[in-house]
């Protein structure tokens, strides 16, 4: 369970102060698909980084599973973020001189899992995202909706409880992100993951268990 | 009204009893809306007062009513199919009165409704869209009007988030 209270962020650019989240009030229960939904710069990503503890935040109470955010050190953070979180971001963020296999592989490394049970961990899952003849391919030389599929099964690699989505199909066309969307849905409720997707578009945030809105940093 | 072209058309396919009209009708509107028999039977009386059903003798086993079409009904569930419809195709629902009464009405009232729309129609939305994961693939002509109602709600969120930005600019700046 996800749960925060009051949340505030405020960035410090070059051009001043920006108030990125005024008042972040929200509960995420275990298994369920949440969709945030709101315009371009209403802190739609501050707020999905803040809850997969990439960024810090100001003001306000985030507790995961019971326990309060505040005082984590940088490494507890570190470690919480990469075993209760897994990250979809809106441009794949694969890494160009890995193949598929390789990139979904990657965050196996940290787990300090023997490399020889790498391909019994990943195969199930590139088949899953129907791209296991694709293993051997670059990420150069595949669509953008299978890019997204590479990242997803990347992102579940490290069978995460909480599966973070920022505009997972904002670089595909309809069609791929139809694909890519009713993929995260299914896996979702097969696996039991937590969800949680950011969007600017209705029609992908109807596939969630739940819609909620923000607007001007504040979760209607 | 449309109720009893949706039962000429259960009809030219075979002959049927009051109850299965319902229970077919119930079906073709996906169960969004639901006739209660008072409805059917007042349509069944209509439909037999203007010679478009007759009903059929009751044979001897089964002494339950069942209804046929007749030949001017054929001919007017034809017309209708193919007649354009009066009227606006858009400013029919609900919504249009309530918004065509709202020019009248003040800014926050305005405002409220929208965001109180907004939130029906999003939730609506959802619901829909669950509806449509779980049909299956091949009943093509359920998925289409799914599709619709989907694609309609769609135009109406995307109109109200519009809306939102435009009516709260205008009270921040006559604040
Ligand atoms: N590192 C930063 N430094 C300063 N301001 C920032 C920073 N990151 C974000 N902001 C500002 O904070 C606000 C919220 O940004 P955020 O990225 O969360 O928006 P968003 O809802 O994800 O938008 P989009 O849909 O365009 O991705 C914006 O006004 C943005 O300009
Ligand atoms: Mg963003």
Redesign the pocket.
């Known amino acids: 369970m996800l749960e925060l209270k009051h949340i505030q962020k405020t960035?410090q650019?070059s051009a001043g102060k920006?108030e990125?989240l005024r008042d972040a009030t929200l509960r995420v229960k275990d298994g369920e698909f949440m969709a945030i939904m709101?315009?371009?710069?209403?802190?739609?990503?501050?707020?999905l980084n803040i809850i997969g503890c990439m960024d810090r935040y100001d003001g306000g109470e985030y507790r995961i599973d019971g326990s309060d955010t505040k005082d984590l050190k940088r490494k507890e953070q570190a470690v919480l973020r990469r075993e209760k979180f897994g990250f979809v971001f809106q441009s794949f963020h694969l890494l160009p001189e890995y193949d598929v296999f390789h990139n979904v592989a990657l965050p196996l490394k940290y787990k300090k899992i023997p490399k020889k049970k790498y391909r019994d961990i990943v195969l199930p899952l590139l088949e899953e995202l129907g791209i296991a003849h694709l293993e051997k391919r670059m990420p150069g030389e595949l669509s953008g909706g299978e890019q997204q599929r590479t990242a997803i099964a990347r992102s579940l690699v490290n069978d995460p409880g909480v599966l973070l989505a920022d505009?997972p199909t904002g670089n595909l066309d309809s069609e791929n992100g139809e694909t890519v969307i009713e993929l995260l849905t299914t896996l979702q409720k097969r696996l039991c993951k937590t969800l949680i997707l950011?969007t600017?578009d209705i029609k992908i945030a109807s596939y969630a268990d739940r819609i909620v809105e923000i607007r001007d940093g504040r979760v209607l | 009204m449309s109720v009893q072209h949706i039962f000429l058309a259960l009809l030219t396919e075979s002959d049927l009893h009051g109850y299965d009209l319902k229970q077919r009708y119930d079906q073709l509107m996906l169960h969004e809306t639901e006739l209660n028999f008072g409805q059917v039977y007042s349509t069944l009386l209509r439909l037999k007062r203007d010679g478009l059903i007759v009903l059929n003798k009751p044979d001897e086993e089964d002494d339950k009513k069942t209804y046929a079409i007749t030949e001017r009904g054929r001919q007017e569930l034809q017309n209708w199919l193919l007649s354009p419809g009066k009227g606006s195709l858009v400013m029919c629902d609900s919504f249009s009165y309530k918004l065509a009464a709202m020019q009248i009405l003040d800014t926050s009232m305005f405002l409220r409704i929208v965001k109180e729309y907004r939130k029906q129609m999003m939730e609506e939305m959802r619901r829909l869209t669950q509806k449509k994961l779980g049909t299956p693939k091949g009943q093509t002509g359920a998925l289409l009007l799914l599709d619709r109602s989907i694609l309609k709600l769609e135009a109406d969120i995307v109109w109200t988030g519009k809306c939102l930005e435009q009516l709260e600019k205008e009270e921040a700046e006559n604040a």
């Open positions: 960035y650019g920006t990125a709101g315009k371009s710069g209403c802190g739609k990503s501050t707020l505009e950011v600017h």
